[in-house]
T-cell receptor, first 114, second 113 residues
Framework: DTEVTQTPKHLVMGMTNKKSLKCEQH?????MYWYKQKAKKPPELMFV???????INESVPSRFSPECPNSSLLNLHLHALQPEDSALYLC?????????????FGPGTRLTVL | AQSVTQPDIHITVSEGASLELRCNYS??????LFWYVQSPGQGLQLLLK??????LVQGIKGFEAEFKRSQSSFNLRKPSVHWSDAAEYFC???????????FGTGTSLTVIP
């Protein structure tokens, strides 16, 4: 199984809502990532979890809150988002989390903030 | 400093024609190099990667890339493009010191019949 799954596929939320994005992998990878991608731009790294510990937080606003309940699951909790947070949110996983690891990406969640 | 550059923002090729997408990196040591493809609204799919050894790397979907240290390049090639190859292509570099992984700005490929 070389698949990273993400739910939901699409999400529309208001600025006062609380929602969560979910990511799952069963490849035995110990590193998981959240990226934000705006249209026609490369993915921007948000968070990296390595062995279920947050190892990188790229100065992401606190309205984004990651959680890694176990090595197969990664959540991104959203609260009080702004319209400029609308984007494609990609999850990825890799073997250990080093910068030379091959990262495997999920299909993404298309988030629209009204 | 930009670590990976994709000079071509957009390329249009005819179906059946050959394709070359350029990627240049800046790094003193040998980097780990990747090419990913992204279809509209989808995640990124790994096409191929180079870590060491043979400088010509074969990937999926008939793609190949050649690592040229003297030119700091890792260009992606395909001898005959199919309409389904229309997508965004990202080159990426992983540096084996620290925790740095960089995507290029991407090249958008249009394939015309």
């Amino acid at each position: 199984d070389t698949e990273v799954t993400q739910t939901p596929k699409h999400l529309v939320m208001g600025m006062t809502n609380k929602k969560s994005l979910k990511c799952e992998q069963h490849m035995g990878h110990r590193a998981m990532y959240w990226y934000k991608q705006k249209a026609k731009k490369p993915p921007e790294l948000m968070f990296v979890y390595s062995y279920e510990k947050l190892s990188i937080n790229e100065s992401v606003p606190s309205r984004f809150s990651p959680e890694c309940p176990n090595s197969s699951l990664l959540n991104l909790h959203l609260h009080a988002l702004q319209p400029e947070d609308s984007a494609l949110y990609l999850c990825a996983s890799s073997w250990r989390g080093g910068s030379t690891d091959t990262q495997y990406f999920g299909p993404g969640t298309r988030l629209t903030v009204l | 400093a930009q670590s990976v550059t994709q000079p071509d923002i957009h390329i249009t090729v005819s179906e059946g024609a050959s394709l070359e997408l350029r990627c240049n990196y800046s790094y003193g040591a040998t980097p780990y190099l990747f090419w990913y493809v992204q279809s509209p609204g989808q995640g990124l799919q790994l096409l191929l990667k180079y870590f060491s050894g043979d400088t010509l790397v074969q990937g999926i979907k008939g793609f190949e890339a050649e690592f040229k240290r003297s030119q700091s390049s890792f260009n992606l090639r395909k001898p005959s493009v199919h309409w389904s190859d229309a997508a965004e292509y990202f080159c990426a570099v992983g540096k084996n010191t620290g925790n740095q992984f960089y995507f290029g700005t991407g090249t958008s490929l249009t394939v015309i019949p």
